[in-house]
């Protein structure tokens, strides 16, 4: 079967099962073309709840597919590659967590949405980096541990100077990749171009951008902006769809290692074959999971909406 053969096949086999599907935009072009949604994690998380659909296919990793069934819990939800994993999320123990909270009593444990269902149950509130600032912002306590993720906990703490922040010394291994002298290479190389970066990136990296957001953030940024050239300081397919998107302007990658193997893992066929019931990880969690990770889930809804 060609791509669009097959392209086809998953538009009449989603219709006919009312499922829809949900693409992070880290995703391949030919699996956009065949979402429903396409976004950031913020956006997925929302948009699952919103559907009408009996079942979800979550193109993303893992813990995107559990944010979407513990949001969606009357709904059928696959991920539709069950290798895919975020390494950033399975960083932390729970015993590691335990620590930490007891070396920092009275902190508001806040934990980046890139963590387990299962860390989500101790923690009070989770974020995504679109809604960190605005959430750590409304939280009544003024001591935060951000988890697991200290580059964009320190993004956000610098811009809550009035509030106390402790961080773990996770990190986005990807991200992690791209150094201040990246960004100086690329502004000499393409002396016009605005640097637009996500906040898993370094510090350093994120002080030297003109413009620091979600995956969302920085489409939506160049899509609007009158600039004409972008560096993207994020996973590369972003470079590709921007490119797609607004063919009269110039995307270049600010690292070419910025590729994230653990998004690329989902191929079409993988939707695919979970549609035709041989493929893909149905999501099933234990109630205590569902419930105490709900919590923290929620309450990310309700504060970052
Ligand atoms: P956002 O999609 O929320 O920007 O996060 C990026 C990411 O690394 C997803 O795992
Ligand atoms: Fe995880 Fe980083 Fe890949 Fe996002 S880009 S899924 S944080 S490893």
Excluded at 220 to 240: C, H, L, M, P, Y
Aim: charged share 25%; with cysteine; net charge negative.
């Amino acid at each position: 079967m060609t791509i669009q053969e097959i392209q086809q096949e998953i538009l009449r086999m989603k219709k006919e099962q009312n499922v829809c599907i949900l693409a992070h935009a880290y995703q391949g072009q030919e699996i956009l073309e065949v979402a429903d949604y396409m976004g950031d994690s913020y956006g997925l998380s929302v948009q699952a709840s919103k559907s009408d659909a009996s079942g979800v296919i979550m193109c993303g990793v893992r813990f995107m597919a559990e944010t979407c069934k513990i949001l969606s819990p009357r709904k059928r939800v696959w991920l539709a590659n069950p290798q895919a994993g975020c390494p950033m999320a399975e960083q932390m123990s729970l015993e590691e967590l335990r620590r930490l909270k007891e070396e920092h009593p009275g902190y508001a444990v806040v934990a980046y949405i890139n963590t387990t269902s299962e860390l989500k149950t101790e923690c009070d509130v989770c974020v995504t980096s679109s809604s960190a600032e605005k959430i750590c912002r409304a939280l009544e306590q003024d001591k935060i541990l951000f988890i697991p993720d200290p580059n964009l906990g320190s993004y956000v703490a610098d811009r809550i100077p009035e509030k106390k922040f402790a961080f773990y010394r996770g990190g986005c291994p990807r991200h992690l990749v791209v150094t201040p002298q990246d960004v100086e290479r690329a502004k000499k190389k393409h002396p016009d171009a605005l640097v637009l970066v996500h906040p898993e990136c370094r510090k350093e990296v994120v002080q030297l951008a003109d413009y620091v957001g979600s995956t969302t953030g920085i489409m939506d940024f160049a899509r609007k902006s009158k600039s004409q050239e972008f560096i993207i300081g994020t996973e590369n397919s972003i470079v590709e769809h921007l490119q797609f998107e607004c063919p009269d302007k110039q995307f270049y990658p600010l690292a070419v290692q910025l590729t994230c193997m653990n998004m690329k893992v989902t191929t079409l066929m993988d939707i695919y074959h979970c549609l035709k019931g041989n493929g893909g990880e149905e999501i099933v969690l234990p109630q205590n999971i569902m419930d105490g990770a709900g919590k923290c889930i929620h309450r990310m809804v309700e504060l970052g909406g």
